[in-house]
Structure formats: structure tokens, C-alpha cells
């Protein structure tokens, strides 16, 4: 029997989908290793009350480590809850979500600390026919490659990227076995060397709806030229009640907030439509926007990489188009 | 303070992907006319390391893992402002993963001695595993801060800026300390001045081999199994117009019979 154990950390108003998302790629793990079972280690606090969502998307049995200082969880207590519950809890597979506090932090320390490989950002995997080793599959190269790869090391550890498992439906009559969990470990006793010291809310970071809430996005690159020109794309979302996105050049010179950059680095989106303008469709911008379901690309230069991976195109710049689509569509949308 | 920053070198990943070509059996992209270039995210931790330096009156060292060839990278960071390079080459070096890259780092970084800052780009720009640093953190015991855009020098300690959501955090800790770097609009990498160039041309840099850092083959904990560019069938269709009036409502007409608006 295989032991898959999820690691989800959560705030108390909200359980975040990428758990969901790594729930579903351990079940389907287990399904292809044949009898796994999943465990959720669930970290924060006054979190108890998400564990029955767990359960309801694929969790046969739900860990709860709740404590005040994992109100805003810090990298070095995760760190070290995470190492408690593994050396209790004997797992074959640990699956983390491939985010900051995770994906860029506590399981590559984790895998470092069990001496254990570690594959990041997985977007799939692949079984043996003996159900003994995993290929863990994963984009490279700025998502133009795939590579597959296996670990050697006592534990198979792996980050799931955003949005490559969609969450299993909810199955409200599901039982798992809840409770809190079974190891001990002295939260108060942890002296972080790293202290947060003061947290800042930039205004302009308060940009409009965010990326993950819409269903359309808008998305400006280094051919929109300068920072007023985004005003005119956000009218345009205003419009369509779409987010602003911006592709890396505009993120770095600050013609949109990092919170709203697409990209590998930033946002992995994947709205039902994502309107890229003036974006010439670079590797790193479209493993971010790439699982869009339609992409509809604007751009002067019709050799653009972005019209090999859009699925509706307009060649034309986008000062011809763009303010004659904005009253376009406030006829349609009144 | 001395600060040090670990560099790769990569070939450029700006190749439109058209040119992009891989060897399935070497399992690694094939070069071409490609550029080599400093991985990006490591040329943003140079830059944080030269605005450090700048704020200190301190020192930078570039190391990097390579053939002869990352010298043409090495050069270029000390033409940025970076004082010292130094690359660190074995035969039993060529097939490390990330946990033997660390290893031969935290070695190199032992033999520089005194230091107070390592900085790593967050992840490189081929393979993106983004291991290193965090790995480097563990090895040589440092306090680990991850993404961090820039660092401010504060009482002996050091700040660190680490973007949000919804703004930033300001972290704190005390030196030596690691940090891996993410871009934001502080640190967009300088060019090189032409007296820098001047100046780095005439650099000698040292070369450490393994037994000068008492680093072997080490075990590897990740393979590479198979390496493959997945097939995309897009064809893209392409709205008419004769002006940018016409294919705005023509766009429009578009998205509505899909039921997309």
C-alpha cells in the first residue's frame, strides 16, 4: 500500500484550490500505484473546519496541525511541521502545491533535510507497469520541452503546478477519518531566523479584479510602449468585467502590478478567454496563459510567436483596434 | 559586506520556437547559433548584489559551474560591477543534479571564507527546477529567503523586500544570510559601462577543480529520463478587415457567436 500524503496550508476564511488540485493528482496516483491512500497534513489556523472539504475531493484521511502562530504561515514553522508529520507518518509520497511557501521554499529544504530528490512543478506523471517508480513529468525550458524524471531517495517528493489537475467534483457523503494530528512538535519553542518585520499594501497593487477570479483577462506586453498607454486596455477590461494582466517586460517596468504579471514566474491563468495585446508570445509568457481556453492574440507583426499558439488573431497595432473594440462592445454590453 | 552570487550560464531562452531543438539522447537542448547567456534570474541577483555593494562600500564575487566558456559570463558580470569571478570546473562535476551542484558550491563558497550575503537567481532559466538555492541554504546552514526582489543594509542586520500579492513584506535577518531573487521594477539589470568592460577584460579568473574543493562525484538523487517537445496543432484564424474598425467589429461579431462576451 502506497501512502500519498498532500501537505495544504490554509487560512481560516479560505482553503486554497491549488489543495483541491493536488488532492486530485494523488488520487490519481493512487489510482495508477494501485490501493494509495491519500493523507492531508492540514496547517494553519482555525482551519479544522476545511477538513470535511478535504474529504468531500478525494482525502481518506485528514491531519489537522492548527496553532495561532500559523495564522500567516512562515516558511521555517511549516518547515518544521511538515518534518514532524513525515517522520510520523512514514509517507511514500508527499505532494506539495507548487507555491511560494511550498513549491519555492519548504519542500526543496524538505528534500534536501531527507536526502530525497525532489521534481518541481509537475504537471503529470507516469507509472510503471510494477507500480514501483514514478516518472514525474514536468515543463522545461520555458514550457517548450517536457521532461520527464524519477527520483532515487527513500521518498518520491513533488510540487504540483497550478491548474494541471482540475479539483475531483464534491462528494459531500464521502467519510474520512479527521482528527488532529498525532505528532507533537513545540511551535512556540521555533526562533525563525527569518522575522517578518512589516507587511505593505502598495495602492497600486489594488488593480482591479485579480487573475485568478476572472473569466476574461486582458493582457498587455512590451508593445503597448508606455504605462499610460495600459489605461486603455483597462478600460477595455472595465468593459468586458475583465483582470488586467501584463506580460513580463510590462510587469518589470511597472506598467502593471507583479501581483498581475502572466507568466511562469507569475500567474498561471487559464480564463475561458485571454485577449493578449501587443504580447509577442514569449516561452515564459505563454506557460503562464497557454491552458487559456481562448486566446485571441493582437499584434502589428504577423509573424509574432503568439499566432502559433492563438486561437483567434488580429495583425493589425493595437491603436487601430483596440479603442474601436472598446465602443464595440459598450453597444453590446450597454 | 561581501557578497556572493551563484551564476549559471544558459543557452539564451529567448530562441523562438521554431529554432528551439533538443538531442532526445543526450537529453538536453542543442545549441545552434544560440547565445549564451547569464540565466536571468541570475543576473537579477547580480544587480541586487552591485546595489548591495553600492550601499556598503562592499565587495561582489560571481562563481559559477563551467567550462571555459561561462567566462565570457563571468566577464560580463564584472563589466556590470561585480570585483572578483571565479568558475569552478571538474570532469566529475558534468553530471551532478541540483544537490551535487550545491555541494561543489557551499565547498567553493567555504574556500572564499568570509562572506556575508549568497544570492541565487530563484530558478534557472533551462531546466527551472529552482533547487539550488534552497539546497545552498541547507548546506551551508544559512538563514533561507526565497523570492526576495532586493536588500537594504539595516544595523548589522539585513532587509529584505519579498513581493505580495498585494504589495511587499519586509523581512529581516541577520548575516550571513541566502536569499533567491525575483525580478521587480528595483532591479532590472544594468548594462555594463564601457569602463567596466575596459576594466574586465584584463581579469584574470581562478579556476577551482575538485580536488581544490575536496568535492568528488557525488550521488545523484534526480534523473532525467526522457526529454521530448511536445507536438502543438494550432492554426490560428486570423480575423478580416480592411481597417482597425472593421476587424474590431469583426472581432467582436467573433467572440459573441462563441458566446465568449
Excluded at chain 1, 510587469?251 to 487559464?270: M, N
Excluded at chain 2, 567555504?110 to 529552482?130: K, P, S
Amino acid at each position: 500500500m502506497t501512502h500519498i500524503l498532500t501537505i495544504c496550508t490554509a487560512s481560516a476564511e479560505k482553503l486554497p484550490s491549488s489543495a483541491l488540485e493536488v488532492l486530485s493528482a494523488a488520487h490519481h496516483l493512487g489510482e495508477q500505484v494501485g490501493s494509495g491512500k491519500v493523507h492531508t497534513l492540514l496547517i494553519g489556523h482555525g482551519v479544522e473546519h476545511h477538513a470535511q472539504t478535504l474529504v468531500a475531493h478525494g482525502a481518506d484521511e485528514v491531519s489537522t496541525f492548527a496553532h495561532p502562530r500559523l495564522e500567516q504561515p512562515e516558511e521555517e514553522i511549516v518547515l518544521q511541521v511538515v518534518a514532524a508529520a513525515v517522520e510520523a507518518l512514514s509517507p511514500d509520497v508527499i505532494l506539495f502545491p507548487h507555491d511560494n511557501l511550498s513549491g519555492g521554499h519548504v519542500a526543496p529544504r524538505l528534500a534536501h533535510r531527507l536526502h530525497t530528490g525532489i521534481v518541481t512543478e509537475c504537471t503529470g506523471f507516469e507509472v510503471a507497469d510494477d507500480g514501483a517508480s514514478i516518472r514525474w513529468l514536468r515543463p522545461v525550458y520555458g514550457g517548450k520541452a517536457m521532461a520527464y524524471m524519477t527520483i532515487a531517495g527513500p521518498i518520491q517528493l513533488a510540487t504540483i503546478r497550478s491548474l494541471a489537475f482540475d479539483p475531483l467534483p464534491a462528494d459531500e457523503g464521502r467519510q474520512g477519518d479527521v482528527h488532529p494530528a498525532a505528532f507533537s512538535l513545540d511551535v512556540d519553542a521555533i526562533t525563525p531566523r527569518i522575522v517578518r518585520v512589516d507587511q505593505i499594501v502598495t495602492a497600486e497593487e489594488l488593480e482591479g479584479l485579480s487573475l485568478d477570479q476572472a473569466d476574461i483577462i486582458v493582457s498587455g506586453g512590451r508593445g503597448m510602449e508606455d504605462k499610460e498607454n495600459f489605461t486603455v486596455l483597462r478600460e477595455l477590461a472595465n468593459v468586458l468585467g475583465a483582470a488586467v494582466g501584463g506580460s513580463r517586460p510590462a510587469a518589470d517596468l511597472g506598467w502593471v502590478p507583479h501581483s498581475h504579471l502572466v507568466g511562469q514566474t507569475g500567474k498561471i491563468v487559464a480564463p475561458n478567454l485571454y485577449i493578449a495585446v501587443a504580447i509577442s508570445g514569449a516561452p515564459q509568457h505563454m506557460s503562464g496563459a497557454g491552458s487559456s481556453k481562448t486566446i485571441v492574440a493582437i499584434n502589428k507583426d504577423e509573424d509574432a510567436p503568439i499566432f502559433k499558439v492563438a486561437h483567434i488573431g488580429v495583425v493589425d497595432e493595437w491603436q487601430n483596434v483596440i479603442p474601436a473594440l472598446i465602443e464595440e462592445c459598450k453597444q453590446v454590453v450597454g | 559586506m561581501h557578497i556572493i552570487v551563484c551564476m549559471k550560464q544558459v543557452i539564451d531562452p529567448e530562441v523562438p520556437p521554431h529554432l528551439f531543438q533538443i538531442d532526445p539522447v543526450a537529453k538536453k537542448q542543442i545549441r545552434g547559433r544560440q547565445p549564451l547567456v547569464i540565466s536571468d534570474y541570475d543576473e537579477v541577483a547580480i544587480e541586487v548584489a552591485i546595489q548591495l555593494k553600492e550601499k556598503t562600500d562592499g565587495k561582489v564575487t560571481v562563481v559559477t559551474i563551467g567550462e571555459k566558456e561561462t567566462e565570457e559570463s563571468l566577464h560580463q558580470a564584472l563589466a556590470m560591477g561585480a570585483d572578483e569571478a571565479i568558475r569552478l570546473t571538474d570532469p566529475a562535476f558534468e553530471q551532478t543534479d541540483a544537490l551535487g551542484k550545491a555541494r561543489i558550491l557551499a565547498a567553493a563558497i567555504r574556500r572564499i571564507g568570509a562572506y556575508d550575503a549568497v544570492l541565487c537567481g530563484r530558478q534557472a532559466g533551462d531546466v527551472e527546477l529552482g533547487l539550488v538555492g534552497p539546497f545552498l541554504a541547507e548546506e551551508l546552514d544559512l538563514p533561507c529567503a526565497t523570492l526576495i526582489a532586493n536588500v537594504e543594509p539595516a544595523n548589522g542586520k539585513v532587509r529584505l523586500k519579498r513581493p505580495t500579492e498585494t504589495g511587499y513584506d519586509i523581512l529581516e535577518t541577520s548575516v550571513p544570510f541566502l536569499a533567491t531573487l525575483t525580478n521587480d521594477e528595483s532591479n532590472v539589470p544594468r548594462y555594463a559601462s564601457v569602463r567596466g568592460i575596459m576594466k574586465a577584460r584584463k581579469a584574470q579568473i581562478p579556476v577551482w577543480s575538485g580536488e581544490d574543493l575536496g568535492v568528488g562525484v557525488q550521488d545523484t538523487l534526480l534523473q532525467l529520463e526522457e526529454l521530448f517537445v511536445p507536438k502543438r496543432e494550432m492554426v490560428c484564424e486570423f480575423i478580416p478587415g480592411e481597417s482597425g474598425e472593421e476587424k474590431a467589429h469583426n472581432l467582436l461579431l467573433r467572440l459573441q457567436e462563441a458566446k465568449l462576451i
